[in-house]
C-alpha cells in the first residue's frame, strides 16, 4: 500500500496555465506537507497544514494555493504558471506538528513539473 | 535562521568499507533531526529520526548520533553496498530544512 500518493507524476504545461497536483495519505496523519525541490535538488518547504488548517506558509507567491479538502488530501493548485515554477514537487505527511514529538515526515515520490 | 551543510558533497567508496555523511546545524535549538535517503529520480525515504533528547538512533547497519552542542549529526553506515548507493539528506528543526545532500556512490 502506498503511504503517501501523488499525481500526476509528470506535468508538462505551458506558460500561463493553471495546474493542480494531488497528493493523499493513508496513514492516518494529522499533518501534511508541500515542499519543493529546484534544479540543483536544493529541498525547501512551502506550506504545512494541520488537520485542514494552514500552519506554515514560507515565502511562496500567492499564484500557489493549497487546498485541504480533509486531512488525508493536500492539494496545490498552481495559477499563472512560470518557468521558473519547473522543479519536483514533494508531499509529506507527520502524524503530529511539526516540531513535536511525532514529526517523522513520510514523503511521497514527487511531481516533476515542466513549464515551457 | 536554522542553515544545514553536508560534507562531502559527494562520496565514492568501494564496498564493504564502513563510512561516516557529516550533518551540521547552525541553530541548536533543534526540535529533531532526520536523515533520508533520495534515489535518482525518486521520492525521499525516512531513514532515521533523531529526537532533540536522543543522542543517537539505529537501524540496521545504520547509526545517527546527535551533537546538539557542536550543531553536529553523522550518519554511519556500516559495511556499505552497491544498493546503499543514493544522496542522502539531512534535515533539521520543526518544519524541515534540509541539507544540500551527500551523493553517495558504493563501488563493487
Known amino acids: 500500500d502506498t503511504a503517501v500518493s501523488q499525481t500526476p507524476k509528470y506535468l508538462v504545461t505551458q506558460m500561463g496555465n493553471d495546474k493542480s497536483i494531488k497528493c493523499e495519505q493513508n496513514l492516518g496523519h494529522d499533518t501534511m506537507y508541500w515542499y519543493k525541490q529546484d534544479s540543483k535538488k536544493f529541498l525547501k518547504i512551502m506550506f504545512s497544514y494541520n488537520n485542514k488548517e494552514l500552519i506554515i506558509n514560507e515565502t511562496v507567491p500567492n499564484r500557489f494555493s493549497p487546498k485541504s479538502p480533509d486531512k488525508a488530501h493536500l492539494n496545490l493548485h498552481i495559477n499563472s504558471l512560470e518557468l521558473g515554477d519547473s522543479a519536483v514537487y514533494f508531499c509529506a505527511s507527520s502524524r503530529g506538528l511539526a516540531g513535536g514529538t511525532y514529526n517523522e515526515q513520510f514523503f511521497g515520490p514527487g511531481t516533476r513539473l515542466t513549464v515551457l | 535562521k536554522q542553515e544545514v551543510t553536508q560534507i562531502p558533497a559527494a562520496l565514492s567508496v568501494p564496498e564493504g568499507e564502513n563510512l561516516v555523511l557529516n550533518c551540521s546545524f547552525t541553530d541548536s535549538a533543534i526540535y529533531n533531526l532526520q536523515w533520508f535517503r533520495q534515489d535518482p529520480g525518486k521520492g525521499l525515504t525516512s531513514l532515521l529520526l533523531?529526537?532533540?533528547?536522543?543522542r543517537e538512533q539505529t537501524s540496521g547497519r545504520l547509526n545517527a548520533s546527535l551533537d546538539k552542542s557542536s550543531g553536529r549529526s553523522t550518519l554511519y553506515i556500516a559495511a556499505s553496498q552497491p544498493g546503499d548507493s543514493a544522496t542522502y539528506l539531512c534535515?533539521?528543526?520543526?518544519?524541515?530544512?534540509f541539507g544540500s545532500g551527500t551523493q553517495l556512490t558504493v563501488l563493487p
Open positions: 533523531i529526537q532533540s533528547s536522543q
Open positions: 534535515a533539521s528543526g520543526g518544519q524541515l530544512t
